[in-house]
């Protein structure tokens, strides 16, 4: 039985939306995209959500161990790449270390993943 083949039309633009905003850029991808390796990782996931947990937004190292059940150096590294990803901030208050979300670090993975 001879199958019956529609005619393909090249007018995209009739059944397709258009762009209501900007795409990213190849730039702005790679860096979005190295922020979202940043925090795919559960643990720092978790680190993130509860520094912002603590009371103004700011928890010392010694305060996250327990919770994650993570030795220190493990607890260390994971907020390392989190201040390297530049979404924490560190700070040194004699032998302990302070955390703090950076303000606005995730606004632009919120304005890529919503819709308007």
């Given amino acids: ?5 529609l005619p393909v039309t090249s007018t995209a633009g009739a059944c397709c939306a258009p762009l209501v905003r900007s795409a990213l850029s190849a730039k ?15 643990a720092r996931l978790r680190l993130l959500s509860l520094v912002a947990a603590h009371e103004g937004g700011e928890a010392c190292v010694c305060e996250l161990i327990e ?3 993570l030795s ?22 004699g032998v302990w270390a302070y955390f703090t979300l950076v303000p606005g670090a995730l606004d632009s993975l919120a304005a890529v993943l919503t819709t308007r």
């Fill in 72 to 93: 220190q150096p493990t607890v260390s590294h994971h907020l390392k790449v989190l201040v390297d990803a530049g979404l924490l901030t560190r700070e040194k208050r």
């Fill in 28 to 42: 702005d991808a790679a860096t979005l995209a190295a922020t979202l390796k940043a925090i795919a990782d559960p």
């Fill in 1 to 5: 039985m001879p199958s019956t083949l």
């Fill in 67 to 69: 919770p994650l059940g």
